[in-house]
């Protein structure tokens, strides 16, 4: 969570990404049109890690539905009932839903109301052949 979203921010949050989640199969990766999506260092980027990149055609929010319903859930869940002090202290609260309820607690519809890491873990238990 930086002032602005440089091209060297969201390289930084891919690489983490991308360590943390280690993929062993090529992995598309969405996009909007921002200048640091176009960048040649984010290709190359992209190129050097085996990661596809798809981006939206201007003005289509359809295409990021994903990461939109996520963005909303943030908000409606977490930031709209705080006020934060500081860039850190809002860093601090978002990193916690995320990692602390969302991802290992927070159920969806959509996964069959499993949080988005036990649907994962069936997921690669079924690819497993477990």
Known sequence: ???????DVVLQALLMATWRRKP???VLIHS???SQ???MDWAAFLKAHDLEHSMSRRGNCHDNAVAESF?????RERIRRRSYRTREEARRDVFDYIEMFY???????RNGMLSPLEFERQQK?????V
Do not use: I, V, Y
């Open 71 to 75: 963005f909303n859930l943030l908000k």
């Open 37 to 39: 999506f176009t960048s």
């Open 24 to 26: 062993k199969a090529k």
């Open 32 to 34: 909007d049109q921002g």
């Open 125 to 129: 238990l079924r690819n497993e052949g």
């Open 1 to 7: 969570m930086q002032s602005r979203q440089t091209t």
């Open 103 to 109: 991802n290992p607690k927070r159920k969806h519809a």
